[in-house]
């Protein structure tokens, strides 16, 4: 044999092997079943990871402090056909404001099936950074998401139409189908898994578009959220209760309202409204509401008011419909009754919306419905992540854009002082500012005042 021949055979044997253990890598993850992990629920002492799989089996979740390479705590995940292959697992006594790792290893093997970190949050007074966006195809594999990712936000917030399925039928098993495409898209599992994820959907996501209480699937909805995504607890734990929550992230209370599955819409008699609507759906809702805002305003905090669809809307206004029921111009009289409450209690809240498939800005100057003004909230709307723009609502004081691929940003700084102070601004999908149909930046920026 020559040496060419000879190092041609080398060669050969080499790739076989490589192959073969490429083969044998794959199986022995595929054998596990093991499908993705979400990371959300995340507080300043506690943190939950949910994995989801395919088969029968046991993985073992290890936390590890991420400085010091101290393992603080692990726990076993049964994942069984009885609980659709999931599993939640809460860790408690973490430490405020720490990064830790953590590794998915299934029981009897060395081989981790994923890995990543997250961050806690603090209860105290804290500077970060988080970001948000609404409306992405089902199973979005946009690199929107790994430009999230680079920004290193502290947690994603997705607050409405994170798939458009549109579902009003075969409920339980579309639903299943729907969050399985989306959690396992490449771009969005890697985000998941390392940013803790906090979601409120809207109507394409809860059940077919424009939806409300009379969706067919809103029980199943409903429980689908409940056991598909890592949530803080919900308010109303009823079957067909709406799924609104809060958190806390240093000294801002974020408040998701679920103003999707209880909405009750209002009546017309051609332009003429003859049954009022309402968001909320009872006053039980409406007030657990109001009373969370006073709370935070009584606790020396500032409210972000997670309210899915445009607050901005009125007759006169760009978008307005004299039929409007599917945004707060249709229910003026709600809306006029949260604005008098803010008013007259002074609390320091602004609004986070999606829906509306585009970044747009205002700073009060559009926003105020109390009666006899006095209630200039401040709005920020950041969509679409991944589907056509549109325009909705408004006006809005600092413009909008409604290019495809935008997500906003929000970044906070707190030295624990008598305010609070914000900057807004949105990316597109490559990471470049976006801008006004005017060319120029949509950025906010601004202090809310907070009682010590």
């Known amino acids: 044999m020559t040496l060419s021949n000879i190092f041609q055979y080398i060669i050969f044997i080499m790739l076989i092997s490589s192959c073969h253990s490429s083969k044998v890598a794959t199986s022995t993850l595929s054998d596990h079943g093991f499908q993705y992990a979400l990371v959300g629920g995340v507080r300043h002492d506690q943190a939950t990871i949910l994995i989801k799989g395919s088969v029968d089996n046991e993985f073992k979740i290890i936390i590890t402090e991420e400085v010091s390479k101290k393992m603080v705590t692990s726990q076993k995940a049964i994942l069984t056909k009885e609980n659709n292959y999931q599993s939640k697992n809460i860790f408690k006594n973490l430490k405020a404001s720490t990064k830790y790792t953590y590794e998915i290893t299934p029981i009897g093997s060395n081989l981790p099936v994923s890995s990543s970190a997250f961050s806690t949050f603090d209860n105290k007074a804290m500077s970060y950074k988080f970001v948000f966006g609404s409306c992405s195809e089902t199973g979005s594999n946009s690199p929107i998401f790994n430009t999230i990712l680079k920004e290193n936000p502290l947690f994603y917030l997705q607050i409405g139409d994170l798939h458009y399925e549109n579902i009003d039928s075969n409920c339980t098993q579309r639903f299943q189908d729907a969050y399985k495409s989306v959690f396992t898209s490449p771009s969005q599992s890697s985000l998941y898994k390392s940013v803790p994820f906090v979601y409120m959907w809207d109507d394409h996501d809860f059940g077919p578009n424009n939806a409300d209480a009379t969706n067919p699937c809103k029980t199943e909805s409903i429980a689908a959220y409940k056991s598909h995504v890592p ?103 709600e809306r006029q009754r949260i604005a008098n ?31 006899d003004g006095g209630a200039p909230i401040k709005v920020f709307h950041a969509a679409a992540l991944d ?22 940003i929000i970044e906070i700084t707190d030295d624990g002082n008598s305010a609070v102070c914000f900057k807004w601004f949105a990316k597109d999908k490559n990471g470049n500012i976006v801008k006004n149909t005017s060319g120029q930046e949509i950025r906010l920026d601004f202090c809310l005042d907070v009682e010590k």
């Not at 008013?343 to 009666?371: E, R, W």
């Not at 408004?394 to 935008?406: I, M, N, T, V």
Request: net charge neutral.
């Open 231 to 333: 949530h803080y607890p919900i308010v109303f734990d009823k079957n067909d209760g709406p799924i609104s929550q809060t958190f806390e992230v240093g000294r801002v209370v974020f408040i998701l309202t679920d103003i999707r599955s209880q909405k009750l819409r209002p009546e017309y008699k051609d332009c003429e409204r003859t049954k009022i609507g309402t968001n909320f759906g009872d006053e039980a809702h409406l007030q657990w509401f109001l009373d969370a805002m006073l709370k935070a305003k009584k606790e020396g905090k500032v409210v972000a008011w997670v309210s899915s669809y445009p607050w901005i809307n009125a007759p006169g206004g760009p978008n307005y419909k004299c039929k409007e029921s599917d945004n707060w111009g249709g229910y003026p009289e």
């Open 341 to 371: 409450f803010i008013k007259q209690h002074n609390i320091p809240v602004f609004i986070l919306s999606g829906d509306a498939h585009m970044v747009a800005m205002d700073d009060g100057t559009n926003s105020d419905y109390a009666t």
């Open 387 to 408: 589907r056509p723009g549109s325009y909705k609502g408004g006006p809005y004081s600092h413009g909008y854009s409604k290019e495809l691929g935008q997500f906003g």
